[in-house]
């Protein structure tokens, strides 16, 4: 197993209820997990920085892969610490079409209920694979903010369902 691929956070370990939580989208909207609830799959991407380089890189690819997603009846969205204006102006730039969620206020609540604040004090780069049910079948959190996982590693987790 590839080292940056652990099962668990200071919180939560595969195999858990993922913890429902409320968000708001960059447009505005409430972004509900429980919505999903027996509808989809749903990957929920942490993401260190807006209109950082590697955030920058790693959300188009997903972009990239959305039909891929689709296949596996699957909904992506990045969360951040960011305001949902930055957000907003960051989905523009990137030209991404899946919601991208504000943990701003509280401050990072989101971040961490799942156990994924760094010590420099925004998300670690993770990766939460949730299933219809609404149990974590997969947790991925890279070692340092600039390392990126890779897309094949996700869709090999989302086979898995």
């Not at 991404?96 to 209920?113: A, R, W």
Request: net charge negative; hydrophobic share 40%; with cysteine.
């Amino acid at each position: 197993m590839d080292t940056r691929n652990r099962t668990e956070t200071k919180t939560l370990k595969v195999g858990d209820v993922a913890p429902d939580f409320t968000l708001m989208t960059e447009g505005k909207e409430d972004w509900r997990l429980s919505d999903f609830r027996g509808k989809k799959n749903v990957v929920l991407a942490f993401v260190p920085f807006a209109f950082s380089s590697v955030c920058s890189a790693q959300l188009p690819s997903y972009e990239a892969d959305l039909e891929r997603f689709k296949d596996y009846d699957t909904e992506i969205v990045s969360i951040s610490m960011d305001s949902h204006f930055a957000l907003e102006a960051w989905k523009k730039s990137m030209h991404t079409s899946f919601h991208h969620l504000s943990d701003f206020y509280p401050q990072g609540k989101v971040v961490d209920l799942y156990g994924i604040r760094h010590p420099a004090g925004m998300p670690e780069r993770a990766l939460f694979v949730v299933d219809k049910e609404g149990i974590i079948r997969y947790i991925e959190i890279q070692h340092a903010p600039g390392e990126m996982p890779d897309n094949e590693d996700l869709f090999e987790a989302l086979r898995k369902l």
